[in-house]
């Protein structure tokens, strides 16, 4: 179980980077406006790209520390891959009650699996 552990946080990280790229990189596009279920107009306006650059910044900081953690030995890599996976279980719950459900079933629900599959694991 330890192995299914470390495969969610690597999906987890992987999702992360996927947001830092669209966030960051990829924000004005279609795949954008329907990932965000937001009118590519407001999209390509530069403060509005400057907030999704800012948010992809922090994805591909939580991403990272993932990463960093998996190659860790333990007990540093559970402490450190709980933290992680613990504030995108935060954020995506902030992000369900501020702005849609969906982000919690997108980022949180994964995040969570591998909060408590880490917790229990490693």
């Known amino acids: 179980m330890k192995i299914v552990a470390l495969i969610f946080a690597f999906i987890v ?3 992360h980077l996927y947001i ?3 966030e960051m990189f990829n924000s004005n596009s279609q795949t954008a406006a329907e990932t965000f279920n937001t009118p590519r107009e407001l999209l390509a306006n530069p403060k509005v790209q400057s ?3 800012n948010q992809g910044l922090y ?3 939580l991403a990272v520390g993932i990463l960093l953690f998996l190659i860790m030995p333990n007990p540093i890599q559970k402490v450190g891959l709980l ?3 613990a ?3 935060i954020a995506a719950l902030f992000g369900s009650a501020t702005v849609s459900k969906k982000i ?3 980022q949180g629900l994964p995040a969570l699996i591998a909060l408590i599959l880490i917790a229990a694991f490693l």
Do not use: D, P, R, S
């Open 13 to 15: 990280a992987i999702e």
């Open 20 to 22: 830092l790229w669209l």
């Open 51 to 53: 907030l999704f650059k």
């Open 59 to 61: 994805n591909g900081f």
């Open 83 to 85: 933290y992680f996976t």
């Open 87 to 89: 504030c995108i279980v």
């Open 104 to 106: 919690f079933w997108v």
